[in-house]
């Protein structure tokens, strides 16, 4: 029989420093991805990203009669086009804490009314919508209940095809009229600290030509202390006689520049690019029934670099970034990150070795760097406390009893973090199995990551 014998008292002590991260290098290949961006234009909002002075976030009107002509860039959407928005709010004093107004305006300048079709589209606060908490690196998220983060939640409804109750599923413009797209308050008054976020990813489609604008813009106070929301008279007497908001980001470094430290900036302006869709083959000059993608040697994989960039192509020589046909000088040169650009990618798989192989596939973010210094990925262990990536990804794919499988899956990843298996599969010599993987590169996240394919 064991006896319990009390335990002498301890001098209280302090915990244990976290070991310092050690390099845990992956032997590897990196590849570039096939396929590009495709053409649709996307209103890209997201600088500057902290706003305590309102004003014209972004606005592609035509500069003549605007009191600050350089704040409006004079481009046109038609036909499909997005809309990003990435903002955050905080009291500039602590006395100071009325609400900030996002508002999107769209005009039609033709001569006939314009049908504006809202396809899909969310938009969430930071508190209490989508908070930042603490989730396992991995958890199944089959009802898109599981978030971190407003980007993290507005991502996963786009990426299932939602459109939030709020908006409506189309708008009609007057000739020559304005409306608003978006009017929705970013509140701080019961926050502690007073900051808020919000995260806006639309997707549309004009019958005509519209020009766009977001700005920022306070709540009226009314006398008895309440608010009111900005009306659309408002919201345009701002945009004509307003000034960009601010404070302004830090500037970002010119293309040309190839040493010292490189600045990538916020995002205001005109990116080219919503969709990067991508069959991943062997040979993609075969004919298209015989495009399979082989599996690695057993013990060994291969990734695709995804939303590599300046200084961050893992060694793929690719830099997959969106560009901008339309910005403010201030602001980023591309569209660093891709925020809520979707990735769509097809792995036609097929075991081409003698032996049966048990297959896996990850999205993984190693260590950013531009060439590999080693013959390999890098990641850390134990893992740094900056989270890099945070969203929803989902993989379609045939199980090993030949059932169609559809997951979706929130993953948080650290830097240097491998990834866990989204789909495990068992495949026979000559077995073929589609895989599909896709996701929209969550706001909050911080490029580059890869999928990778790996042997057991």
Known sequence: ???????????????????????????????????QLDSVLVFNSNSPELVQEEGILLSTFPPQG?????????????????????????????EDLRTLYLGVLLHNPGSQPVTVNI????????????????????VDNPLGTVYAGPGSRATDDVLRGRRQPDFPAQIVIPPRKSTLLLNLPIP??????????????????????????????????NADGSEQAPTLEAWQTLLETGALAGPRDKPPTPPEQTTGKVIYGRVAGVSRGSQWQAQLVDDPKAPIADWYLSI???????????????????????????PMIARYPDTAYQAHGNYAIEYSLTLPLRNTTDQTQT?????????????????????FDPLPRQVFFRGTVRV???DDQGLPRTRYVHLVQRRGQQGEPLALMTMKPGDRRLVQFNFLYPPDSTPPQVLTVRTN
């Open 296 to 322: 690695p040697q057993a013990g060994q994989a291969f990734s695709y670099g995804l939303s590599t960039l300046i200084a961050g192509r893992l060694g793929t020589e690719q830099v997959q970034t969106a």
């Open 119 to 138: 396809l899909h589209a969310a938009s969430y606060l930071s508190q209490p919508d989508a908070p930042f908490i603490e989730l396992p690196p991995y």
């Open 359 to 379: 297959v896996a596939i990850a999205l993984e973010t190693p260590i950013k760097e531009d060439q590999l210094s080693k013959n390999g990925l890098r990641f």
């Open 66 to 94: 605007m009191k600050t002509p350089s704040a409006h860039l004079n481009l046109a959407f038609r036909d499909r086009f997005d809309v990003f928005a990435h903002h955050i709010a905080r009291a500039k004093t602590p």
């Open 396 to 398: 379609r794919y045939t």
């Open 188 to 221: 701080v008054k019961t926050l502690d600290p007073p900051l808020n976020g919000r995260s806006t990813v639309m997707r549309l489609w004009s019958s005509g030509p519209v020009y766009a604008a977001s700005l920022a813009k306070f709540a009226t106070q």
């Open 1 to 35: 029989m064991f006896s319990l014998i009390p335990l002498p008292v301890l001098a209280q002590v302090s915990p244990a420093p976290t070991p310092a991260p050690q390099e845990l290098l992956v032997p590897q290949t990196v590849r570039p991805l096939p396929g």
